[in-house]
């Protein structure tokens, strides 16, 4: 069995968060490091540690967060301008809480999709 991470806490609230969305298979809230105007993280409700870790039985959830995450850049005003979903694995993606999540990035232009140029 997976670990727990904070956001199985964010998830019951039994730790605070600004949640913008919840229901049967994800909940979404507002990042508390927020890097653009709009920063919101999609994570499905069961602990899915990394994408390594999905099944085909996640796909409802996984498919979930995407139509989740348009609906909110909609209510955040972003959706025409555009935005940036990202999910991070592990150490090279620069993952550091085990809980599968998706990044909802806008509210600006967000610039290259990498920092790093090169292979
Ligand atoms: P990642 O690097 O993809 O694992 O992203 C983890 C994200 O979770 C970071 O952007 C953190 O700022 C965010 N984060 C960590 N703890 C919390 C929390 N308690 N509430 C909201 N966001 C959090």
């Known amino acids: 069995m997976a670990e727990e991470t904070i956001f199985s806490k964010i998830i019951r609230r039994e730790i605070p968060a600004d949640i913008v969305y919840q229901d ?4 979404a809230f507002r990042d508390i490091a927020p890097q653009a ?3 919101i993280l999609i994570i499905p409700n069961v602990l899915i540690p990394t994408v390594n870790h999905v099944t085909v039985e996640d796909e409802l959830a ?5 139509t989740v995450a348009a609906k909110i850049a909609e209510q955040e ?3 025409e301008d555009g935005y940036r979903l990202i999910v991070n694995c592990n150490r090279h993606g620069g993952q550091e809480v085990f809980h599968i999540h998706m990044h909802l990035l806008g509210g600006r ?6 920092s790093h140029k090169g292979i």
């Open 109 to 114: 232009s967000l610039g290259p999709m990498l």
């Open 24 to 27: 049967e298979l994800v909940t």
């Open 62 to 66: 996984l498919g979930r967060m995407i």
């Open 37 to 39: 105007p709009t920063h």
């Open 77 to 79: 005003g972003i959706a």
